[in-house]
């Protein structure tokens, strides 16, 4: 078996070297960066089948606070995508950017360490500050490498907004020891925590949620940071981070109080809103960015729908649509992130003929377009007819969702329409070799969980 701790040590490691390299060619740094990565990645697909050992040291025993690493059925899905989506972002950063490179990749790496902290850990205070430090580098992230124009703007609006939630955490969990008297999981999810005090935290932990998520209202953070910032940062924040608000409810909210949650079960309404006021302004988006930030988002919210219906089957559904959104809109910003760089701009209402001009680029934007509206044959379809089936069980009325997707299933073949057909535009390149394998590899992932869904759902036990 092989300990948890490495997983967490080895990121660390890069990030520590890459900064001592700052001073040697750029080449040489993107080098010693995919290093580490790969080898995270070669030891938790190692791990998968020799096992995986945990990991406590005491660091303040006054307080019961340790390094601990274990997995549960809740955290190993979303780890798997911790580990494996980051692989994808490195293409695009050694296109996009090109100064301060040891920097940018020494919180690439840092972040890349602290969102697998998060999800490898058994303590809520560690849980707690690796979310701190995931947050504080993407701050710098956004303000170092965004757009000059709108950086300075994206990058406040993200800490604001994260913060708001991150308190509200911290308030949840500080209520969560002083009722239980333990940081450790496996403690509290087997102590009682009276009823009152459970439903103020979890409260708090559905309002930090629908911020991290992001859900509607309190998804406007999103526009300017998105948008502001270069396809890496893009991708680590719509697949990883904005997974981890949903991910932080699910462990305690089902671990530890399940049920109580049911007192909740309302606010699946804010989520279907939600799914609504998100696919109409994506229809509205003229620039294919944009619309992929508001279909992310979208998306997001569906699982929010799932999870806070309380049935296992949608939750199962929401665990899986995270999970398989992640690596669809990693490669959707990929494709806006080409399509600006071949193009001079991702504005649809100048973009046609890609059929003809750039055969492959077309060919990645049907197959995860067509991925991400739930195409059968596609990880994305098991993920929102599960989602969907465990909703219904608890109401009927809540398929109203289903309008919601037929309206994405409008923009996104509109989108397909402007972008492939019609007279090419001259002088538009394909996308190269290295793009195709990037692009290649997501749409086998895709595909093979849409095929093979009992892969993650195997792992996924949330004993509730």
Known sequence: MIPLLLLLVIPLIGSAVVLLLRRIEDNLIEYVVETFVFLTVAIFLLSLLTGFSSFTFPIL?????????????????????????????????????????????????????????????????????????????MFFLIYLFGEKETRAKASVEFLIFTQLGSLAILAAFALLFSSTGSFALSSISSSHVSFFDSIIILSLMIFAAMIESPVFPLHVWITDAYDSSPTPIVILLSALVSRLGLYFLLLIGFLSLSSTFTVFQPLMWIGVLSVFYLAFVAMAQ????????????????????????????????????????????????LIAGDLKSLNGTDDMTFIRGLLSSSPHLSFFLFVFLLASLGLPGFSNFIGEFVTLLGIYTVSPWFLVTLAALLIVTAFYLNALKRLAFGRSIKGIRDIPRTEIVNLSFLAFIIILLGILPSLLFNIVGLGI
């Open 61 to 137: 025993p006054l307080i019961k606070f340790n390094l601990a690493l274990s997995l549960n059925g809740i955290s190993l899905p979303f780890l798997l995508i911790a580990v494996l989506v980051p692989i994808f972002a490195l293409l695009p950063a050694h296109k996009e950017i090109k100064d301060e490179k040891s920097t940018f990749y020494s919180l690439f790496l840092l972040i890349y360490a602290m969102i697998i902290g998060i999800f490898i850990s058994s303590d809520i205070l560690l849980l707690f500050i690796f979310l701190e430090i995931t947050l504080v580098s």
């Open 286 to 333: 003229s620039r294919f960015k944009r619309m992929a930030i508001y279909s992310s988002a979208l998306y997001a919210s569906l699982a929010f729908v799932g999870v806070m219906s309380g049935n296992s089957t949608a939750i199962y559904g929401s665990i899986f649509l995270m999970v398989s959104y992640s690596f669809i809109t990693s490669a959707v910003f």
